[in-house]
């Protein structure tokens, strides 16, 4: 069974500050992974995905993630944080879609970020 | 591109009552996902179509939830009779095909008293 592991419930860091929030994941074959962000009263943005080849992947709003398949890990990153990135931020494992098989996406449980002026 | 539309954004009821939810994917997208999202968890897949077809709804509690997209387009999210452990964030996604990315809509939060 899939599973992802998001360690840190909640992290706060400074305005300027860089950022890393970690997610573990568990899965039997080559994983599709994402991280969403979901602000108060609103619905879940993708920011990346990863899906084959080039194991760094670039997002939206300055994000990054690196997969690491010995580390069964796929964690967020972002050099300097803005207060606007504060929101909730959910890593999440799905099959691949080379495989064939239903697109079923398995969430953490959520790092909710704060950011301090 | 109009996103992913929910209704109601909230409903509040009482426990035992019915409600329904309200979902219209993007257009052109085939597949449409409800998922249930409890206060401090991730959001779990309570069904998946494809087109009008159901792919999974190995999670939804069928005693009391059901779903339906006739049309292969807009889609309806039921429950009946609700409980208060069913108090959630109800959320609708759609992609454009099995195992594309996932577009979520803003939520339904629904609240049992």
């Known amino acids: 069974a899939q599973s992802v592991t998001q360690p840190d419930i909640h992290i706060t860091v400074s305005e300027g500050a860089s950022l890393e929030l970690r997610c573990n994941y568990s899965?039997?074959?080559?994983?599709?992974l994402f991280w969403y962000v979901q602000s108060p009263g609103q619905g879940l943005q993708l920011l990346l995905k990863?899906?084959?080849?080039?194991?760094l992947v670039q997002g939206i709003k300055g994000f990054e993630a690196e997969f690491k398949r010995s580390q069964s890990s796929f964690n967020l990153r972002k050099p300097s944080v803005h207060w606007s990135d504060a929101a909730e931020y959910f890593c999440a494992v799905g099959a691949n879609p080379n495989t064939g098989t239903a697109s079923k996406l398995t969430f953490g449980t959520g790092t909710r970020l704060q950011v301090t002026l | 591109e109009a996103g992913v539309a929910q209704s109601p954004r909230y409903k509040i009821i009482e426990k035992r009552q019915s409600v329904a939810f309200w979902c219209n994917p993007i257009s052109g997208h085939a597949t449409l996902y409800w998922y249930q999202q409890i206060l401090g968890q991730g959001p779990k897949l309570l069904i998946q179509f494809q087109n009008n077809g159901v792919v999974d709804d190995s999670q939804l509690p069928k005693d009391r939830f059901s779903a339906e997209r006739l049309k292969g387009v807009d889609s309806t999210l039921k429950i009946q009779p609700a409980k208060l452990e069913d108090s959630a964030v109800y959320l609708c996604a759609s992609s454009l095909n099995r195992g594309y990315e996932q577009y979520f809509g803003p939520g339904t939060r629904l609240t049992v008293t």
């Open positions: 990863y899906f084959s080849g080039d194991t």
């Open positions: 899965y039997g074959a080559t994983p599709y």
